[in-house]
């Protein structure tokens, strides 16, 4: 499918070929249909060249070519991949309409801008979009970007998207431990948190107990990414990934323990093992507690910080936990009767303690 567009200052050919599939590569064949002498932009999108085996990463590429004299943007959406819509036909004729993917919290930017003879590349993990290829065949996919193809911003084209199908074999435990590991390894060598960050997903999303090993090892490397091991490990959520977790409770680095005990609490209701269960929960119970004590402690300290804006924000932070305001007392008491604060501290800590002890009526 062709589309040719005329302005005062280019003349571009713009060719969106219809995407078909090689058997034999899983490529998606994109060509420019235009005049050979003029430039344009095209959309690619590109599947694993082997058959793939249950439980594997499915990882799409999906590439852009910017072959005219204007700059093309594009907003990818949340994370840049937050505006990917996605369709599946599993291998029993079930149809699913994926929704787009959406979190709450601090995500990249998707706004991206391709120069002129410049290309754009994106990965992205099909498992993030729909986490049900979990048995062998044949799946039909299709998927679009929702936004516009802006060039010279102002000229709007869109993606007609592709459609295509992918094998998935039976389950093959040596290829997966293979694949498994080599994603660990790349995320230890990474030279930056950045080029780290996929292969953390991929593995992450590898819900298999043959992951178990290498998601512990990513954890223990303390890397950035370990947020992704800890993830991947509760959606693996058998004994093995519980015991992982519960060893990482201990772990004094970044936010592990944290993120960890919040793990454990949610998978506590799956675990089948009543004994495991019951040692999860005094765990949680544990952490949990070690935790809000470290916490109060901090905005305890930040107290005596004498900048009123990071006190005033102390104050609140402890209203919100359960015996802050309790352990902060001496410290507030003192605050709120020294002539040496600022007005607005002394303020703020007159009234948690009127919030603890709230006047006789």
Known sequence: MTNIFKSPTLLFALAFSLISFAASAGEVQVQDAG?????????????????????????????????????????????????????VTSPDGTILHLPKLRHEGLSQYGSVSVQPGGTFALRLLLNEFYDKFNMPGKYKLEARLTTPIVVAGTLQLRDPGFKGEISITHRDPARLEKVCAELAKQVEVAPSVEAAEFPALELSYVEDPVAVPSLAQVLRSHTLNYNHAISGLERIGNDDAVEVLLSALDNKFGDIAELATAALARMQERIPDPSLKETVKKAVERSSARARHEYIKTQIAYLDYRDPPLQDSAIQNLMKVEDGLQQAEPVLQRLANDPNQPADVRAAARDALQKLHPPQR
């Open 35 to 87: 005049p050979p002498s003029k430039t344009g932009v095209s959309i690619s999108y590109l599947f694993p060249p082997t058959q793939l085996s249950l439980h594997e990463p499915i990882v799409i590429n999906f590439q852009i070519k910017n072959e005219t004299a204007e700059v093309v943007s594009l907003d990818l959406g949340q994370d840049r991949k937050g505006e990917f819509l996605f369709s």
